[in-house]
């Protein structure tokens, strides 16, 4: 019975709630991870209640013990509630209905560029010698996209042609929960992209590809949120940078506070649901003021 449940929750997620794909798919293993777990407990104690706590302490306890991070279980758990809340929906699920707890997680700073090693990317200074290739023109323009604008790998792999506003520098893309937003260019970055718009015409007639996606391969097919992180992290290593597509997202929001901006803008343009999410951001800069006093400060003793 909750197996056939948790398939019309999936599926009212991607119908009715218009969630991600990446999002379905994270909620259906850990679900039917719990599901699996729930069968077999009811049915070596086929007398217990069907929503008995124990077993949900019981599950997480396990999970615990083969490693799972406190921030994976709070996700499960975040999962869970959603599942409860369908349930609640129909009188003949209310047997599998329980509290559900709250696990708190230590939030790690989000790693980020200095502004100057940001801005050593763009200098084509890297030992690449095919600069001049419609594959060098991709890989910078992906690195400048998810710089500049602040978007997620998927939304840059998924920016079409028509999404692209060259007289108001803007791009439209399509985020989390399906939301639609529009994303702010800039000038020198439109200028790389018509570059880069010559190299695909090229690319589009040799291939015959028709393809509407910015963004191909070789064969003039849509590139993969797969061949997006690969493509970054080796740019980056052309320039000794470790980076990855998030790296640089969490770069442009960073540096964009530390120069001023507004965090109900920076917000905005990163598609944040809840402020709280791009709070984040101002500990990234205390940290980062805190050990530049901490370097420079005769009395902040951390000077040798």
Known sequence: MLRRALTAYLTDLAERQHR???????????????????????????????????????????????????RSLARFLSALSGF???????????????????????????????????????????????????????????????????????????????????????????????????????????????????SRDTLVATTGSQSPYLLLNNRGERLSVRSINRVVKKFGAGEGVSMTPHTLRHSFATHLLENGADLMLIKEILGHASLSTTQKYTHVTAETMKRAYQRAHPRSGGRS
């Open 20 to 70: 991600s794909v990446h999002t379905i798919a994270a909620y259906r293993r850990d679900l039917e991870r719990w599901v699996s777990f729930l069968d077999t407990q009811h049915q070596t104690l086929p007398s217990a209640r069907k929503n008995d706590p124990l077993f949900l302490r019981l599950f997480l306890r396990q999970r615990r013990d083969a490693g799972v991070s406190n």
């Open 84 to 198: 409860q809340k369908f349930l609640s929906e129909s009188a003949k699920y209310r047997d599998y209905l329980f509290a559900v707890p709250r696990i708190k997680f230590s939030t790690e700073l989000p790693d980020f560029l200095p502004q100057t090693e940001a801005a050593r990317l763009f200098e084509h200074g890297n030992a690449r010698e095919d600069k001049k290739s419609f594959g060098y023109r991709r890989d910078f323009m992906i690195v400048a996209l998810l710089y500049v604008t602040g978007l997620r790998r998927e939304e840059v792999a998924g920016i079409q042609l028509g999404d692209i506003d060259h007289s108001r520098q803007t791009i439209t893309v399509i985020g989390k929960g399906n939301k639609q937003r529009v994303v702010p260019v800039g000038e020198q970055t439109m200028t790389d992209l018509a570059d880069y718009l010559i």
